[in-house]
């Protein structure tokens, strides 16, 4: 009676072993990295890609909403023309008159230019965090032509501000920003995941150049393909920054940039309103007392207009504590911050917010040059008590600044805004074509299969030790300092493994 071995040759059991150790070798020789990068880059795209969408094109909303604001508002922002505007005395006592009840202003915006209103703002207790009651005035006649709500330091009127509620947080609330910082999070990774995809397909082809233009000979999925690529290599670099900027706006990852940046001692200058106050015996307070909140030099993150809002109380959302507030004393104010280092037209004073608390007139031009210089009086001696100037910024503060406008389209006006515009719909199509690859790809000879065919598994099966470490530590890096993508990460996993399973009890998928 023969077995089985007997019957094999004799060197079988050698021949299998080096079979296997030959599979095994050539699986580790396999590329790794970019498999696994699609399959990432195809489940971002397909579970974050409608957070993606909705943040792409509320922001395209966002970045021409300036000029929406122009049109629709013009009767509250446009007047005619004058050479000899009145006082803001003037000005300010018709807008009390206007709100009544001997309310005072919280802050007021001189008129930038002839033509323009100037905005006296009331704190309202009704009202939204870093939004105030704005009266405005026509500076040749002190006319009232307008009473709206406005937000922030860009002084968004309500039709922005609904804009803007819409893209940061779907008017849901802190809950609803969970969704602008999931797509915020996920897009930069998905950007640099496909630029490095491009790059891996661009190096294989004969042509490369070609890739970064739309085909015309081709149809079906190798066209959107080609759209979908072509695309997303010109819009990377701006992908990368709006997802960055971004990041800073979000509740979770953006406490977390915050801590980082005060660790490195990034932060941005913020004028101290503190004055030395007089003590129970009357002496004076050694020194001066230097605000400490670390607040973004009277722009705090609290909301899209993030570093806008006025979060340490001299904002125009904070009632002026001080009593009997002459008129008078904004001209004078505005006056002596001329005499230092306020030389825009686009200014706001603030009265004191507090007893021993003092006048702040600061600089709100956001387009380049950027002018946010901020100086505070003593009214007590009409001295300067603290004075913060842009050009003394470090360089992470003015990055941080640039950032932030160019993120709203402010920095260089309409073509900022433009340029933003299209960027947004850009990456809008973008998703748009990734779901129809989607669809493209799905089995033509398989009815019961809906969708398109995933990206193979297995990637890190192939990867050398250190790269499966590499991409470990990565993710819990990035998963750490941005939570969102941490817990989506494991959403991904979890799914994949589902997909493992079913995978293997349906068998191979046939095109």
């Given at each position: ?284 307070d050694a020194g001066s007392a230097v605000d400490q909140s670390g607040h973004e030099g009277y722009e705090g993150h609290s909301g ?116 933003l515009f299209v960027l947004a719909i850009g990456i809008a199509s973008m998703v748009v074509w990734g779901y129809l690859m989607w ?45 969102m993508v941490g817990s989506s990460l494991v959403v991904f996993l979890i799914i994949d493994l589902i997909l493992g399973l079913r ?9």
């Amino acid at each position: 009676m023969t077995t089985p071995s007997d019957t094999m040759p004799e060197n079988s059991g050698q021949a299998f072993t080096d079979g296997r150790n030959e599979r095994q070798s050539d699986r580790r020789s396999a590329p790794w990295f970019g498999p696994l990068l699609r399959r990432l880059h195809f489940y971002a795209g397909i579970l974050i890609g409608p957070f993606i969408l909705i943040a792409a094109l509320s922001g395209a909303a966002y970045a021409i909403s300036p000029q929406l604001e122009k049109v629709v508002y013009a009767d509250q922002l446009s007047v005619p023309p004058t050479d000899h505007p009145l006082p803001l005395a003037a000005q300010i006592e018709s807008a009390n008159a206007t709100i009544g009840g001997g309310a005072e202003p919280s802050a007021v915006r001189p008129a930038p230019e002839p033509g323009d209103t100037t905005r006296v703002m009331y704190a309202d207790p009704s009202l939204g965090e870093s939004e105030s009651r704005a009266i405005f005035v026509d500076p040749s006649t002190a006319e009232v032509v307008g009473d709206l709500t406005v937000y922030g330091t860009s002084g968004a009127l309500p039709l922005r501000t609904w804009i803007d509620q819409l893209h940061r947080s779907l008017h849901l609330g802190d809950v609803g920003r969970l969704y602008s910082e999931l797509a915020a999070s996920w897009l930069g990774i998905v950007a640099a995941a496909g630029l490095v995809l491009w790059i891996q397909r661009a190096r294989r082809t004969r042509r490369p150049g070609q890739m970064l233009r739309p085909s015309r000979k081709h149809t079906g999925l190798r066209r959107t393909f080609s759209w979908h690529a072509s695309v997303g290599i010109w819009a990377a670099i701006g992908m990368l920054f709006l997802s960055a900027t971004g990041i800073t706006w979000s509740q979770l990852g953006g406490e977390n940039v915050t801590q980082l940046r005060a660790a490195l001692s990034w932060e941005t200058p913020a004028v101290s309103t503190e004055l030395a106050g007089e003590s129970a015996t009357g002496s004076a307070d050694a020194g001066s007392a230097v605000d400490q909140s670390g607040h973004e030099g009277y722009e705090g993150h609290s909301g899209h207009e993030g570093h806008e809002g006025h979060m340490d109380g001299t904002g125009p959302g904070a009632a002026s504590a001080a009593s009997e507030v002459d008129p008078a004393d904004f001209d004078m104010m505005l006056s002596m911050a001329h005499g230092v280092n306020i030389d825009t037209g686009q200014v706001e004073i603030l009265p004191p917010a507090e007893a021993n608390s003092a006048w702040v007139v600061h600089e709100i031009q956001r387009s380049f040059p950027t002018k946010v210089d901020a100086v505070a009086f003593d009214p007590r001696t009409m001295e300067v008590a603290d004075r913060v100037d842009f050009a003394d910024y470090g360089i992470a503060a003015k990055l941080a600044r640039w950032g932030i406008d160019l993120h709203m389209g402010s920095l260089f006006g309409l073509a900022n805004q433009i340029v933003l515009f299209v960027l947004a719909i850009g990456i809008a199509s973008m998703v748009v074509w990734g779901y129809l690859m989607w669809w493209q790809r799905r089995p033509k000879h398989d009815p019961s299969r809906r969708f398109g065919v995933l990206p193979p598994q297995g990637a890190l099966r192939g990867a050398p030790w250190w790269g499966l470490g590499a991409v470990v530590l990565a993710a819990i890096g990035i998963g750490v300092f941005l939570p969102m993508v941490g817990s989506s990460l494991v959403v991904f996993l979890i799914i994949d493994l589902i997909l493992g399973l079913r995978a293997r009890r349906r068998g191979p998928v046939t095109s």
